[in-house]
């Protein structure tokens, strides 16, 4: 039998297929962009089976669309968090410690008379700025953030709304956010509308008995903010009671990024809280929002080998995801004009080894599956199921780890070759995306393509 033979069959068919030919892939009004700093495929398998074990999944793993990642810099084979946050930002390629800058060689900031790094700009004729999707976002008329647990003028979220040829030079990168100051980003336009992170001291004037990491030039940025009509926040209650309407800037610690999430301390808000919050400042925009978060300090436990911290950031991560996931429902039933995307901008040298028991701690040593009793290397000593290619913690020889040892808050796992501190990893990282336009990211593809790919679906 034939569909010819069926004539209303055939129409029927061509019927239904229409409009989902003519309105194919209609642009997302919003996009939320989650990174998870350092967040290898290793690092998710481990916070998988941490918090949900063998059998569960991560709440962004159970995003219908996924793709691996290619994160080579423009010149290296293991990129820092700067390029390749840059390319998924912009689209191109950038030189590892670089800043959304295109051509540009690192500059490695002088210190300033306090022995801080200069505020510096980068010598001219040094790269030129490459703009990001946010600023894209921002020139359409919509809302755009950009919040993170590390300092705001880290690599990841200095990525989203500055350029600057050393990620380094962090009063140079706060200075770019004030709008009308000088050394502002002019591409921002008004102002970026929600900031959220730590590190206030790149933000406020040099103090050598309050504030010995302030500001060589004694400005005071975040009055220049508030005086911008920004709402300035140093802690939770602060961000809550922020009102709607108004653009936003929380910094949540003095000095340094905010706490690790198995010891944050009072008044510091969570991620997921943060991400709640700048929903609700930026959803209510008719012509939609970009939000970037960040879930920074996966990276730091990971270079202290402090594997413990490690997953508890990932799931503290995914609990923002998870937030976010649940207010965009509700406001946008089906994603239907919202495009979500997580993934990491590098992986680390973190390795899950042995033939551990399914059901044991994923931090707990090597146990055999016949009788649960620990392994033991070529040497009779037990080791951990999760360790590292490099790293400070080798002993020049090995003793047995106890489980109690191994699952303690501060233990930091076994390391390979001995370096000082554990680097990143050059292997693939995975993307998972929901929501308006999520189904093109698929298979293999270079970290620079996700930026198009956000692009196109903003219908830019
Ligand atoms: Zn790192």
């Known amino acids: 039998m034939t569909l010819s033979r069926f004539p209303s069959l055939l129409l029927a068919a061509s019927c239904a297929l229409?409009?989902?030919?003519?309105?194919?892939?209609?642009?997302?009004?919003?996009?939320?962009?989650?990174?998870?700093?350092?967040?290898?495929?290793?690092?998710?398998?481990?916070?998988?089976?941490?918090?949900?074990?063998?059998?569960?999944?991560?709440?962004?793993?159970?995003?219908?669309?996924?793709a691996r990642i290619k994160t080579y810099s423009n010149d290296a084979q293991t990129t820092d968090s700067a390029p390749s946050m840059g390319s998924y930002m912009t689209g191109i390629k950038i030189n590892n410690d670089v800043i959304s800058m295109a051509d540009a060689k690192p500059f490695g900031p002088r210190k300033d008379a306090n022995g801080n790094a200069s505020i510096d700009a980068c010598p001219a004729g040094n790269g030129r700025a490459a703009a990001t999707i946010l600023e894209l976002a921002k020139a359409a008329g919509k809302s755009v953030g950009s919040i993170t647990t590390t300092e705001l003028t880290h690599a990841t979220p200095a990525s989203t709304f500055s350029h600057v040829c050393d990620r380094d030079m962090a009063y140079q990168i706060a200075a770019q956010v004030v709008p009308g100051g000088a050394g502002y980003n002019p591409a921002l336009?008004?102002?970026?509308?929600?900031?959220?992170?730590?590190?206030?001291?790149?933000?406020?004037?040099?103090?050598?008995?309050?504030?010995?990491k302030g500001r060589a030039d004694g400005r005071d940025l975040m009055a220049e903010l508030a005086a911008r009509g920004y709402t300035v926040?140093?802690?939770?209650?602060?961000?809550?009671?922020?009102?709607?309407?108004?653009?936003?800037?929380?910094?949540?610690?003095?000095?340094?990024?905010?706490?690790?999430?198995?010891?944050?301390?009072?008044?510091?808000?969570?991620?997921?809280q943060m991400t709640s919050k700048a929903i609700d400042l930026l959803a209510p925009n008719p012509k939609g929002f970009f939000l970037m978060v960040e879930g920074g300090k996966i990276?730091?436990?990971?270079?202290?080998?402090?594997?413990?911290?490690?997953?508890a950031e990932t799931v503290d991560f995914d609990e923002a995801i998870r937030t976010a996931l649940e207010k965009m429902e509700a406001l946008d039933p089906g994603l239907r004009n919202t495009l979500l995307v997580v993934t990491a901008d590098h992986d680390h040298t973190i390795v899950m080894n042995g033939y551990a028991k399914r059901g044991s701690s994923i931090l707990d040593i090597?146990?055999?599956?016949?009788?649960?009793?620990?392994?033991?290397?070529?040497d009779g000593k037990t080791y951990t199921a999760l360790v590292f290619g490099?790293?400070?913690?080798?002993?020049?020889?090995?003793?047995?780890?106890?489980?109690?040892?191994?699952?303690?808050?501060?233990?930091?796992?076994?390391?390979?070759?001995?370096?000082?501190?554990?680097?990143?990893?050059?292997?693939?990282?995975?993307?998972?995306?929901?929501?308006?336009?999520?189904g093109v990211f698929k298979g293999t593809m270079e970290n620079t393509r996700v930026f198009h790919l956000m692009k196109a679906a903003f219908g830019f």
Request: glycine share 10%; hydrophobic share 40%.
């Open 18 to 66: 229409a409009p989902s030919l003519a309105f194919a892939a209609p642009p997302a009004r919003n996009i939320l962009f989650f990174l998870g700093d350092g967040m290898g495929p290793t690092t998710i398998t481990a916070a998988r089976i941490y918090r949900y074990k063998e059998e569960g999944l991560l709440h962004f793993e159970r995003m219908p669309h996924s």
């Open 366 to 378: 090597v146990r055999n599956v016949d009788d649960g009793a620990p392994a033991r290397d070529a």
């Open 233 to 272: 926040a140093a802690d939770a209650d602060q961000m809550r009671a922020a009102p709607p309407g108004k653009k936003f800037v929380g910094i949540y610690s003095d000095v340094s990024h905010l706490d690790y999430a198995l010891a944050r301390r009072a008044g510091q808000p969570a991620l997921a």
């Open 390 to 438: 490099n790293g400070p913690n080798r002993p020049h020889q090995r003793a047995d780890v106890d489980s109690a040892q191994a699952q303690a808050d501060d233990y930091h796992q076994e390391t390979g070759v001995r370096l000082k501190g554990e680097t990143h990893g050059g292997g693939d990282v995975k993307l998972f995306a929901s929501g308006a336009g999520a």
């Open 189 to 212: 336009m008004d102002g970026v509308d929600v900031l959220m992170g730590g590190g206030r001291n790149h933000f406020t004037p040099f103090d050598a008995a309050h504030n010995s």
């Open 299 to 311: 990276d730091h436990a990971l270079h202290d080998t402090n594997v413990k911290n490690a997953l």
